[in-house]
């Protein structure tokens, strides 16, 4: 047995590990960033959160590791705060002598200001090492509260940030009710809750995480009823622009439901996916634009649209069948960027519009009814999410579902038994083009337009991340992620700033902890855990040849 | 094996084989054309292979870390291209401080050397912190799962980089004396051009003896042959593949410092189209093999910089340098259908 270091260099080690997260926070600008938006007006801002934040949960993951009498574990959480503190203090410092701002842009007076509180330099960076070991101790207690209290502890924290940040939004619909509409003034301040509400807040989902109610089957019925109500009602509560939002999330949402048939189902990473999504797009804009003598409805246009996609899709398909799973990543790519450099070309600008993309698309049209604005387009595009849902928890179960499964898990034990791996992988890339073709007509629909800088690379990525964090394979993931990955970087401005940053972030952390995603889907779940429970089972005699940690 | 052609060629075979005739047709027709056209002088292509050759090297630099890992690991580094970006993002920082303080003119080759020794190592680093970050804990999970970590950190990299120094376009100081062109048996050369094609072929050479010829070298092809085994005969498998990182991330950074010194600015998302190039050439070449990587680089470089204009100008396709990326993607389709395994290569296909 190895001796295992002393808590307290453990402790001094994450201390200095949260530091430096914190520190890269502050200096991505995020803290400066989300200054100006109170959590709980006058009294906590999501930036002072953003940087407070690792050092809470080292000093919580510390004290739940070393499982500690309460006084060490207390103690232990306070060296952890003083030492991440200890790095910024030394930044702080390094700040006063140096000018930091001329390599890095965010290292500003009023960072260092909102560091030490607005104090002097020395009182003010004594307050933020206090402050830090405070935090981090905090952090500690979390884990010396009972677990049942703790889980609600935790989700109350959650949703009063929650809150507090989507607070535009929860009062904007609040407005629209009556009875609530007076309620607004008192849980609301001009930027974010305030202290009345927070607490209200706080107590409210702190008392609904604890009591865990369990309801008769009729009344989780009425609530989906009424769930799906709101739904329908959403663009008149919300109004135009949230309107706006709701439909670039549903066209997400669309369109993850799409790759997550070829990801999630049959394993094919495809990074080009923006491909399909520009060529429906684009051909909804050929077929109906005047612009180019196009004089098809939306209607007439999209099976031809759509055809159009499935057939890219096999010809992307063919050239990669028989690649392994990184080279397919690469060449979709690949892929997705010829797509991008045709349209944005000057060769094929008398087809497609070049760099001025095209304008006047044509929207669907049923009866008298026009679907053009944001608030109309939003119940085509809830129609063709729930059309894609079908479809695709059809297939899921299907025979092609589980041959695209039996790929996925081991391909060479698939063909043994018979499996043509040809036309099923390119059935997943056609059925995959297919769902990002008909996004990409809505969303030519709801602009009108389609440009070429629309169809960049980061759209893969979007979509990619939602499936993967909501949990791939997993259709409730699709919607779960396409809310939080979109809807939220959408609501909060700011975000938009930090997207890719946090995304690349939470994919790495993901695939670290939790790689069957948030809502697992059952199948992948097992897959993932093979190897633990096969370790379980038996131990395994090589295990230290491969020089895995 | 007992089966005639005719049973083992398949429909999709038939549409594979179609799609490459075309691109073929397509190349030697436009090729003809353009030259029958005469619109280009000879001057020109010279330029525009040159040119060719300096892009090439740089790819053939950065296409170093793709092979080099994945000699060893069975995996695409995809996080390559911010290792590749962070080279010259640091070197900007040291250029810019160095020229204004007049130390840079006034011992350019110190100067020099300090940029690239640094940013070589800054590079290393980065990509170092990758594998322990992001691929070490997953070496034995499902192929999907380090993958899609390599793009999460990617991501995370390059985000990180522009919240760190800012969104804008860093322009790299002229050095005075890399300034102007030489004239070598009537032909013009850039300076630049010089020290880029050069400085490549000698790291080349330095990269081809440490793998070949030293002795960490010889351990990281006996890891790339059989893991286990080379752990049996006694070598720290983790610490040759932190080397084959550091040593793919140095090459990169000095393959950034190269490209700056041709494309002068430097930004966050700069690494992203060199990086899938350098891919490109790695697959072309024959991926996991040095000498590979180096001729299928010099090979994308040439059809990179002379393709357009050879072979689109003469069907017509006006401003065909516009389409130079997509040549480049072209072509690595084109291998994968027709030889995965690259020039040099051995196959590739199917293994898990």
Same mark, same amino acid.
């Not at chain 1, 790519?333 to 095209?358: A, C, K, M, N, Y």
């Not at chain 2, 429909?11 to 005469?38: N, P, R």
């Not at chain 2, 640094?118 to 970050?133: D, M």
């Given at each position: 047995m190895q001796k295992l270091p002393s808590i307290w260099i453990t402790?001094?080690?994450?201390?200095?590990?949260?530091?430096?997260?914190?520190?890269?926070?502050?200096?991505?600008?995020?803290?400066?960033?989300?200054?100006?938006?109170?959590?709980i007006s006058g009294v906590v801002t999501m930036g002072q959160i953003l940087y407070m934040a690792p050092v809470f949960f080292l000093g919580y993951m510390l004290a739940r590791r070393l499982n500690l009498a309460p006084l060490k574990a207390l103690a232990v959480g306070a060296v952890t705060g003083f030492f991440s503190g200890i790095i910024l203090a030394a930044f702080i410092g390094l700040g006063q002598l140096l000018n930091l701002r001329s390599v890095l842009v965010q290292a500003s007076p009023e960072l260092y200001a909102l560091l030490t509180f607005n104090l002097d330099l020395i009182p003010g960076v004594l307050a933020m090492l206090g402050f830090l070991a405070l935090i981090?101790?905090?952090?500690?207690?979390?884990?010396?509260?009972? %677990?049942?209290?703790?889980?609600?502890?935790?989700?109350?924290?959650?949703?009063?940030?929650?809150?507090?940040?989507?607070?535009?939004?929860?009062?904007t619909v609040m407005q629209t009710w009556g009875p609530v509409a007076p309620l607004i003034s008192w849980m609301f301040a001009r930027s974010g809750l305030t202290l009345i509400g927070a607490a209200f807040v706080f107590l409210l989902s702190g008392a609904l995480g604890f009591v865990h109610l369990k309801l008769p089957v009729w009344v989780v019925r009425v609530v989906w009823l009424l769930i799906a109500l709101v739904v329908l009602l959403l663009p008149r509560i919300l109004g135009v622009f949230l309107s706006d939002v709701l439909d670039t999330v549903g066209l997400f949402i669309l369109m993850g439901l799409g790759l997550n048939i070829v990801v999630g189902f049959a394993g094919l990473l495809d990074l080009g996916y923006v491909a399909f999504f520009a060529i429906g797009a684009y051909t909804m804009g050929v077929l109906t634009s005047p612009e180019l003598h196009g004089t098809l409805t939306y209607w007439e246009a999209l099976p031809i649209a759509l055809l159009v996609c499935v057939l890219s899709g096999f010809v992307l398909g063919l050239p990669v069948l028989k690649m392994r799973g990184d080279y397919l990543a690469i060449v979709t790519l690949g892929f997705g960027e010829i797509v991008r450099l045709l349209v944005l070309s000057d060769w094929l600008e008398p087809w497609l519009g070049g760099t001025q993309g095209i304008q006047h698309i044509a929207y669907p049209v049923i009866g008298n009814i026009q679907f053009g604005s944001q608030q109309m387009l939003y119940y085509v595009i809830i129609a063709f999410i729930l059309v894609a849902i079908f479809i695709a928890s059809r297939l899921?179960?299907?025979?092609?579902?589980?041959?695209?499964?039996?790929?996925?898990?081991?391909?060479?034990?698939?063909?043994?038994?018979?499996?043509?791996?040809?036309?099923?992988?390119?059935?997943?890339f056609a059925t995959g083009a297919f769902f990002a073709g008909l996004g990409g007509t809505l969303f030519a629909a709801k602009l009108s337009?389609?440009?070429?800088?629309?169809f960049q690379f980061l759209v893969s990525i979007n979509v990619l991340s939602?499936?993967?964090?909501?949990?791939?394979?997993?259709? %409730?993931? #699709?919607?779960?992620?396409?809310?939080?990955?979109?809807?939220?970087?959408?609501?909060?401005?700011?975000?938009?700033?930090?997207?890719?940053?946090?995304?690349?972030? #939470?994919l790495v952390a993901m695939m670290l902890a939790k790689p069957e995603g948030l809502i697992p889907e059952a199948r992948r779940e097992l897959e993932l855990h093979e190897a633990e429970v096969e370790a379980v089972t038996e131990p395994e005699p090589e295990a230290q040849a491969g020089g895995g940690s | 094996m007992l089966r005639t052609w005719r049973q083992r060629v398949t429909l999709i075979d038939l549409m594979v084989w179609a799609i490459g005739v075309a691109i073929a047709v397509v190349v030697v027709v436009g090729t003809i054309k353009t030259l029958q056209s005469g619109k280009y002088e000879p001057g020109v292509w010279l330029d525009l292979t040159f040119k060719g050759l300096a892009l090439g090297g740089v790819y053939a630099l950065i296409a170093m870390g793709y092979t080099l890992v994945y000699g060893i690991l069975k995996m695409i580094n995809f996080a390559h291209s911010e290792v590749f970006?962070?080279?010259?993002?640091?070197?900007?920082?040291?250029?810019?401080?160095?020229?204004?303080?007049?130390?840079?003119?006034?011992?350019?080759?110190?100067?020099?050397?300090?940029?690239?020794?640094?940013?070589?190592?800054?590079?290393?680093?980065?990509?170092v912190l990758v594998e322990r970050v992001a691929y070490r804990p997953l070496r034995n999970a499902p192929r999907l799962v380090p993958l899609i970590t390599a793009i999460g950190a990617s991501f995370f990299l390059q985000y990180a980089f522009r919240g760190l120094y800012g969104?804008?376009?860093?322009?790299?100081?002229?050095?005075?004396?890399?300034?102007?062109?030489?004239?070598?048996?009537?032909?013009?050369?850039?300076?630049?051009?010089?020290?880029?094609?050069?400085?490549?072929?000698?790291?080349?050479?330095?990269?081809?003896?440490?793998?070949?010829?030293?002795?960490?070298?010889?351990?990281?092809?006996?890891?790339s042959e059989d893991k286990e085994a080379a752990a049996l005969m006694g070598i720290d498998v983790d610490r040759v593949i932190v080397f084959t990182f550091a040593l793919g991330g140095a090459s990169a950074g000095i393959a950034g410092i190269l490209y700056i010194l041709i494309f002068p600015i430097a930004w966050f998302y700069m690494g992203f189209i060199p990086a899938l190039k350098a891919f490109t050439a790695a697959v072309l070449g024959g991926i996991g093999n040095v000498a590979g990587a180096f001729l299928g680089a010099m090979v994308l470089g040439l059809l990179e910089s002379v393709g357009p204009n050879l072979f689109l100008d003469g069907?017509?396709?006006?401003?065909?340098?516009?389409?130079?990326?997509?040549?480049?993607?072209?072509?690595?389709v084109f291998i994968l259908i027709f030889r995965p395994s690259g020039i040099l290569g051995e196959a590739v296909t199917d293994k898990a």
């Amino acid at each position: 047995m190895q001796k295992l270091p002393s808590i307290w260099i453990t402790a001094i080690r994450n201390g200095l590990l949260a530091g430096t997260v914190s520190l890269l926070i502050c200096l991505f600008g995020m803290v400066m960033q989300f200054e100006q938006r109170y959590i709980i007006s006058g009294v906590v801002t999501m930036g002072q959160i953003l940087y407070m934040a690792p050092v809470f949960f080292l000093g919580y993951m510390l004290a739940r590791r070393l499982n500690l009498a309460p006084l060490k574990a207390l103690a232990v959480g306070a060296v952890t705060g003083f030492f991440s503190g200890i790095i910024l203090a030394a930044f702080i410092g390094l700040g006063q002598l140096l000018n930091l701002r001329s390599v890095l842009v965010q290292a500003s007076p009023e960072l260092y200001a909102l560091l030490t509180f607005n104090l002097d330099l020395i009182p003010g960076v004594l307050a933020m090492l206090g402050f830090l070991a405070l935090i981090g101790a905090l952090g500690a207690a979390l884990f010396l509260v009972p %677990p049942h209290i703790r889980g609600a502890l935790i989700g109350a924290l959650i949703w009063t940030v929650m809150a507090g940040l989507l607070r535009d939004l929860i009062s904007t619909v609040m407005q629209t009710w009556g009875p609530v509409a007076p309620l607004i003034s008192w849980m609301f301040a001009r930027s974010g809750l305030t202290l009345i509400g927070a607490a209200f807040v706080f107590l409210l989902s702190g008392a609904l995480g604890f009591v865990h109610l369990k309801l008769p089957v009729w009344v989780v019925r009425v609530v989906w009823l009424l769930i799906a109500l709101v739904v329908l009602l959403l663009p008149r509560i919300l109004g135009v622009f949230l309107s706006d939002v709701l439909d670039t999330v549903g066209l997400f949402i669309l369109m993850g439901l799409g790759l997550n048939i070829v990801v999630g189902f049959a394993g094919l990473l495809d990074l080009g996916y923006v491909a399909f999504f520009a060529i429906g797009a684009y051909t909804m804009g050929v077929l109906t634009s005047p612009e180019l003598h196009g004089t098809l409805t939306y209607w007439e246009a999209l099976p031809i649209a759509l055809l159009v996609c499935v057939l890219s899709g096999f010809v992307l398909g063919l050239p990669v069948l028989k690649m392994r799973g990184d080279y397919l990543a690469i060449v979709t790519l690949g892929f997705g960027e010829i797509v991008r450099l045709l349209v944005l070309s000057d060769w094929l600008e008398p087809w497609l519009g070049g760099t001025q993309g095209i304008q006047h698309i044509a929207y669907p049209v049923i009866g008298n009814i026009q679907f053009g604005s944001q608030q109309m387009l939003y119940y085509v595009i809830i129609a063709f999410i729930l059309v894609a849902i079908f479809i695709a928890s059809r297939l899921k179960d299907s025979h092609l579902g589980r041959t695209w499964m039996a790929l996925r898990e081991d391909e060479d034990v698939a063909k043994a038994m018979g499996i043509n791996h040809v036309t099923t992988k390119l059935l997943a890339f056609a059925t995959g083009a297919f769902f990002a073709g008909l996004g990409g007509t809505l969303f030519a629909a709801k602009l009108s337009s389609a440009y070429p800088q629309s169809f960049q690379f980061l759209v893969s990525i979007n979509v990619l991340s939602l499936i993967i964090i909501g949990g791939m394979g997993s259709i %409730p993931g #699709v919607v779960v992620g396409g809310l939080a990955l979109v809807g939220l970087p959408e609501l909060l401005r700011e975000f938009a700033e930090y997207r890719y940053l946090v995304y690349g972030a #939470v994919l790495v952390a993901m695939m670290l902890a939790k790689p069957e995603g948030l809502i697992p889907e059952a199948r992948r779940e097992l897959e993932l855990h093979e190897a633990e429970v096969e370790a379980v089972t038996e131990p395994e005699p090589e295990a230290q040849a491969g020089g895995g940690s | 094996m007992l089966r005639t052609w005719r049973q083992r060629v398949t429909l999709i075979d038939l549409m594979v084989w179609a799609i490459g005739v075309a691109i073929a047709v397509v190349v030697v027709v436009g090729t003809i054309k353009t030259l029958q056209s005469g619109k280009y002088e000879p001057g020109v292509w010279l330029d525009l292979t040159f040119k060719g050759l300096a892009l090439g090297g740089v790819y053939a630099l950065i296409a170093m870390g793709y092979t080099l890992v994945y000699g060893i690991l069975k995996m695409i580094n995809f996080a390559h291209s911010e290792v590749f970006m962070s080279g010259p993002f640091t070197a900007v920082f040291l250029a810019i401080s160095f020229s204004k303080s007049g130390f840079m003119d006034a011992n350019p080759v110190v100067g020099m050397a300090l940029v690239t020794i640094l940013s070589a190592a800054v590079s290393a680093g980065v990509a170092v912190l990758v594998e322990r970050v992001a691929y070490r804990p997953l070496r034995n999970a499902p192929r999907l799962v380090p993958l899609i970590t390599a793009i999460g950190a990617s991501f995370f990299l390059q985000y990180a980089f522009r919240g760190l120094y800012g969104s804008g376009f860093k322009a790299y100081p002229t050095l005075r004396a890399l300034q102007g062109s030489i004239n070598f048996l009537g032909i013009q050369i850039f300076n630049t051009q010089l020290v880029v094609i050069l400085g490549a072929f000698v790291m080349m050479v330095v990269l081809y003896a440490v793998v070949q010829r030293t002795k960490v070298g010889k351990a990281m092809r006996a890891v790339s042959e059989d893991k286990e085994a080379a752990a049996l005969m006694g070598i720290d498998v983790d610490r040759v593949i932190v080397f084959t990182f550091a040593l793919g991330g140095a090459s990169a950074g000095i393959a950034g410092i190269l490209y700056i010194l041709i494309f002068p600015i430097a930004w966050f998302y700069m690494g992203f189209i060199p990086a899938l190039k350098a891919f490109t050439a790695a697959v072309l070449g024959g991926i996991g093999n040095v000498a590979g990587a180096f001729l299928g680089a010099m090979v994308l470089g040439l059809l990179e910089s002379v393709g357009p204009n050879l072979f689109l100008d003469g069907l017509g396709v006006p401003t065909p340098s516009q389409l130079k990326d997509a040549i480049a993607f072209v072509i690595l389709v084109f291998i994968l259908i027709f030889r995965p395994s690259g020039i040099l290569g051995e196959a590739v296909t199917d293994k898990a």
